[in-house]
């Protein structure tokens, strides 16, 4: 049970909606596929919130460039198809724990606001993100990660449902957003875009009834 006294009535939905999870929809771009030796090299979170009507939206973005941890692995395959350039002497980027332990503290104090216990990870092919982010948690000892360990919403499979697409981008062209090839593989991006679906799909299955239940 939770103690709605403080909160006003969109928290209080929030709060309900995803059984007192706060949705936060995560992007990683990185040097590679294995979470544990290859380098985080962009984050972005956004975090949601939801109106008095129910209607969950976009309430704040993060998003930072990453230093690559000392001995991580960084394959040339992957910079090609995202196209950063971690050297890059113009990149402004902060060290791996400056930035996770900035952002799960930015996670708290939105779980606080929303009367929320947790945060939920959703991300497109979310197994992929969550195993990056629980590594970078365990490398750097943080003991606060705000996220479930291993429950997570997955838009790839929730966008297969919605709209018979997994693929990010034609899934959001299926749910009439656009969706511009060109600035993808950027974590903001694709993190915003990720979470302009995850929002459509929610608020659709409200609107055929699917919750509040009555």
Partial sequence: ?????????????????????LPVVVDIECGGFDAKTDAILEISAVILGMSEKSVLQ????????????????????ALKFTGIDPWHPLRIARSE????????KAIRTSMKSNGCKRAILVAHNAHF???????A??????KRNPFHPFSSFD???LSGLAYGQTVLARACEAAGISFD??????????AEK???????????????GGWPLS
């Fill in 1 to 21: 049970m939770h103690d709605y006294d403080d909160l006003d009535g969109a928290d209080t939905l929030m709060s309900a909606r995803f059984r007192g999870y």
């Fill in 58 to 77: 976009i309430e704040q973005t993060y998003f930072h460039r990453v230093i690559p941890f000392e001995g991580s692995n960084i394959e040339e395959a």
């Fill in 97 to 104: 724990k400056d930035v996770f332990n900035d952002l799960f």
């Fill in 129 to 135: 993100d969550h195993g990056f982010i629980n590594a």
């Fill in 137 to 142: 948690a365990a490398r750097h000892d943080l």
């Fill in 155 to 157: 838009t790839a499979t």
């Fill in 181 to 190: 090839n060109k600035e993808a593989h950027s974590a903001k991006y694709d």
């Fill in 194 to 208: 990720t979470a302009q679906l995850f929002c459509k799909i929610v608020n659709r299955w409200q609107s055929m």
